[in-house]
């Protein structure tokens, strides 16, 4: 686990040894990062003495890579650049709850948006918005995973999850249209 300062509130990134598990807004409940990330890592941590098995040693490492890939991506974005996505854990999600977020990051770039609906044809299930809407909602990756770029069909904003909703959102889109990359 690791904490990240943005301009807007402090991110908890969360990985495994496959990708990142999960981002998500500090909440005004959650303890300090640095008690809580320490008593975490603390909670998490065998003592085995000096010959720690190999097995954990690769593990942690491998976890540690991906949230530092992170902490390089989020740094990127917020000086509005494009960096390569960090690896994502996808193990705990359906295979179309999978292809969402992989259609999302492909044909969506900095500075661009999209509709519910584009992305349902873009899966080749130009019915299935109201189901894509529903994967955004619950977007373990935000801002990783730009579900900040889907609007209505109408253009209007709609609904945003994390952070404080549409503020976040719009703050979000208006960051980006300042920093577009061309």
Not at 63 to 79: D, I, P, R, S, T
Request: proline share 5%.
């Amino acid at each position: 686990m690791m904490a990240i300062q943005t301009p807007l509130s402090n991110l908890i990134i969360e990985a495994s040894t496959l990708g990142l598990t999960r981002v998500r807004w500090q909440s005004a409940s959650d303890e300090s990062n640095d008690a809580k990330i320490i008593r975490e890592s603390d909670e998490n941590t065998t003592n085995y003495g000096e010959a720690e098995p190999e097995e954990h040693r690769v593990k942690k490492e491998q976890m540690a890579a991906h949230l530092n890939a992170a902490k390089v991506w989020f740094a990127a974005y917020f000086l509005g650049k494009e960096e390569i996505v960090p690896p994502l854990d996808y193990s705990e999600l359906s295979d179309f709850s999978k292809k969402v977020p992989l259609q999302l990051v492909q044909s969506t770039r900095f500075g661009s948006t999209t509709t519910y609906g584009e992305l349902a044809r873009l899966l080749n299930q130009p019915k299935a918005s109201r189901a894509v809407g529903t994967v955004m909602r619950k977007n373990p990756w935000p801002i990783i995973v730009p579900c900040h770029r889907v609007l209505l069909s109408n253009g209007n904003i709609g609904r945003y999850s994390a952070g404080q909703g549409k503020l976040t959102k719009r703050w979000l889109l208006e960051h980006e249209s300042h920093h577009k990359v061309e």
